[in-house]
């Protein structure tokens, strides 16, 4: 089993819809839960950065976390083309960090 | 400010050859990481800097992957020999600490032949 799955996609919506992007993971020691976006040929580049179990918003952004469930979230409201990307999920463990297989996304206007 | 910089952005090499990528990172950036991704998979670990010193190699493949980073501020990866299964984009990213925001350079892909 991997430490952290991620639904690889694609996923292709149209403009204005709401986003729904998961990961589950099975080492409970992680403690910080990030979600990277990377455009094509580009590095990722964070875009949610949380600690503790909750919601954290960001404009149309809304990262959750849900550590007894080892289950995060990350939502876009109101989609938009540039949202396009691959989002993937990233945990912390002190010096280790793990990702996901990242998500690509496709938002067609 | 400048981000992290890799260099090359794209090599293409036979098998059995040397390939050195380069990672310079944010200044004053203690930690640097060296990340793969290969095609179809998850950006899986390598090792990681704290100044000069590896702090953690846990992720390196193999003996044919040598990193360092003299001095501690730039950072090299060499591959030798180069086997098919090394193609990927390595990626390298730097933080102030530990569990801090990591930045990425754009990679640097790695074709073997």
């Known amino acids: 089993q991997k430490e952290v799955e991620q639904d690889p996609g694609p996923l292709s919506v149209p403009e204005g819809a709401i986003v729904s992007l998961n990961c589950t993971y099975s080492n409970s020691a992680f403690q910080y839960f990030m979600w990277y976006r990377q455009y094509s040929r580009k590095g990722p580049e964070l875009l949610m950065y949380t600690y503790s179990s909750g919601n954290k918003e960001d404009g149309r952004f809304t990262a959750q976390v849900d550590k007894s469930s080892k289950y995060i979230s990350l939502f876009i409201r109101d989609s938009q083309p540039s949202d396009s990307a691959t989002y993937l999920c990233a945990m912390w463990n002190n010096n280790d960090m793990r990702f996901g297989a990242g998500t690509r996304l496709t938002v067609k206007p | 400010e400048a981000g992290v910089t890799q260099f090359p952005s794209h090599s293409v090499i036979e098998k059995g050859q040397t390939v050195t990528l380069r990672c310079d990172p944010i200044?004053?950036?203690?930690?640097l990481y060296w990340y793969r991704r290969v095609m179809g998979k998850e950006i899986k670990f390598l090792l990681h800097?704290?100044?000069?010193?590896?702090?953690?190699e846990s992720g390196m493949p193999n003996n044919r992957f040598l990193a360092e980073r003299t001095g501690g501020t730039y950072s090299t990866l060499k591959v030798q020999p180069a086997e098919l299964e090394d193609s990927g984009v390595y990626f390298c990213a730097s933080s102030q600490g530990p569990g801090e925001e990591l930045f990425f350079g754009e990679g640097s892909r790695l074709t073997v032949l």
């Open positions: 800097f704290v100044k000069e010193s590896k702090q953690d």
């Open positions: 200044s004053g950036h203690d930690n």
